[in-house]
């Protein structure tokens, strides 16, 4: 009888590593579907990047993750970039295709593809809390989803100006930035309103961006990027308000959805991943 001891390899590279849940979600799916793949989760400084890639490229990985600090670095690394991921700047999916390591960016693909579970974007006027890595793909890909116009809102100008150039220049819609010096009122006529800011992350689970919470109207959806705890103040408060919400797990589901449609082919069951984060009780 023969056997077949290679497992085919995929993983993260981060730097810290140990708090990342991927690899719980990644690795229910695989046991799901029953594919013998295996995701390891390695904590790679910054100065070993090169050559952690020019391993995984010599043990044959399908592909892995970048995570905090590597997302920019590792383009250097690689032998080309998706659409989205060109323009994002920044990798966190990489793949192997054809022998070549293509670096992709999920993170706000996962974001769009869970609020699809809501509401389609096309069409729709956004505000987008924050400018940094996550705002950025997230404004990218909602933008490319056929959001017409988005409002972003930073603290920092510099980032907010930066980012809202960025998606006039470089997608098909329309981007203001807007300072944040004070309670943000959310205008009337918006869609979508995205938390991509930090505010609200484990342990410090009572702050929450300030917008006006009466600004919320029941016909928005509103969305945070924070997944411990996914059931932030702001989604608290826009729930009470009427509003549809999508948390931060569904982004964080929808990003391992897609990564593993790229590297094995196959639809993942989102529920079994989602369940899988659950169990960890973050
Ligand atoms: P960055 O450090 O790149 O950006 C942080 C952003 O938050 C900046 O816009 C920053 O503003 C803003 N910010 C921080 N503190 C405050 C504050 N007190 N008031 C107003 N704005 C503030 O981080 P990332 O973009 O990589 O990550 C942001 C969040 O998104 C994280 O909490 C992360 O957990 C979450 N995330 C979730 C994912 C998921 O799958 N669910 C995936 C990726 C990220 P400024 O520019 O002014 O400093």
């Known amino acids: 009888m023969s056997h077949d001891f290679l497992q085919p390899l995929t993983g993260s590279f981060a730097c810290p590593?140990?708090?990342?849940?991927?690899?719980?979600?990644?690795?229910?799916?695989?046991?799901?579907?029953?594919?013998?793949?295996?995701?390891?989760?390695?904590?790679v400084a910054p100065e070993d990047l090169g050559a952690a890639v020019a391993g995984a490229r010599a043990m044959g990985w399908r592909g892995f993750n970048c995570s905090i600090p590597h997302k920019v670095a590792v383009i250097d690394h690689l032998d080309g970039l998706g659409d989205s991921a060109r323009i994002?700047?920044?990798?966190?999916?990489?793949v192997a295709r054809d022998g070549k390591l293509i670096g992709e960016n999920t993170?706000?693909?996962g974001f769009v593809r869970a609020l699809r579970q809501i509401c389609d974007p096309?069409?729709?006027r956004a505000v987008v809390l924050g400018a940094g890595g996550a705002a950025r793909a997230v404004a990218v890909e909602l933008a490319l989803a056929g959001v017409t116009h988005l409002t972003i809102v930073n603290r920092s100008a510099a980032r907010g100006?930066?980012?809202?150039?960025?998606?006039?220049?470089?997608?098909?819609?329309?981007?203001?930035?807007?300072?944040w010096d004070g309670t943000f009122a959310i205008p009337a006529g918006t869609g979508i309103v995205v938390n991509a800011t930090s505010v609200g992350l484990y342990p410090d689970v009572e702050a929450t961006p300030d917008i006006d919470h009466d600004s919320l109207q029941p016909d928005m959806v509103v969305s945070d990027g924070i997944h411990n705890p996914p059931r932030t103040r702001l989604l608290q408060a826009a729930q009470a308000r009427g509003c549809r919400t999508a948390d931060g797990l569904g982004m964080l589901v929808g990003?391992?959805?897609?990564?593993?449609?790229?590297?094995?082919?196959?639809?993942?069951?989102a529920e079994v991943m989602r369940q899988a984060l659950l169990d960890l009780d973050l």
Do not use: S
């Open 255 to 269: 990003q391992g959805v897609i990564g593993l449609k790229y590297w094995t082919g196959i639809d993942a069951d």
């Open 161 to 179: 100006e930066t980012l809202a150039r960025l998606i006039t220049e470089k997608t098909p819609a329309e981007a203001v930035y807007h300072p």
């Open 17 to 43: 590593a140990a708090e990342n849940p991927t690899v719980a979600m990644i690795e229910a799916a695989f046991r799901h579907h029953g594919l013998p793949w295996r995701y390891i989760n390695c904590e």
């Open 122 to 124: 096309a069409g729709h």
């Open 107 to 109: 993170d706000g693909k």
């Open 88 to 94: 994002i700047g920044a990798v966190n999916t990489i």
